[in-house]
């Protein structure tokens, strides 16, 4: 069971990226999505969120109107889109399956670095 992100690297203000997170051993559908991230020195903020059917996302005040989260969960795969980057977006980004019945566990992926600079 886990989690794996791709999609981070260095970009210019003003620049996109998008990241993929792919589920391995377990169901997408039966999870809310999360994007969260964590800048150097400081604590991690949710970034992204999403319900299982993908039809309901909210969003952190600092994202709101320039990042993206969707899912296809027939691949089994979250992504997000961020647009407009600016230098404070830089952090790890991770993503988080929280199940949606009781019983089951958290998954977190390993993180990917996205770095907004000229």
């Known amino acids: 069971v886990q989690l794996v992100e791709s999609g981070g690297g260095l970009v210019q203000p003003g620049g996109s990226l998008r990241l993929s997170c792919a589920a391995f051993g377990f169901t997408l559908s039966d999870y809310y999505m999360r994007w969260y991230r964590q800048a150097p020195g400081k604590e991690r903020e949710l970034v992204a969120h999403?319900?299982?059917?993908?039809?309901?996302?909210n969003y952190a005040d600092s994202v709101k109107g320039r990042f993206t989260i969707s899912r296809d969960n027939a691949k089994n795969t979250v992504y997000l889109q961020m647009n407009s980057l600016k230098p404070w977006d830089t952090a790890v980004y991770h993503c988080?399956?929280?199940?949606?019945?009781?019983?089951?566990?958290?998954?977190w992926g390993q993180g990917t670095l996205v770095t907004v600079s000229s």
């Open positions: 988080n399956a929280v199940p949606v019945r009781m019983g089951y566990l958290e998954v």
């Open positions: 999403s319900t299982s059917g993908g039809g309901g996302t």
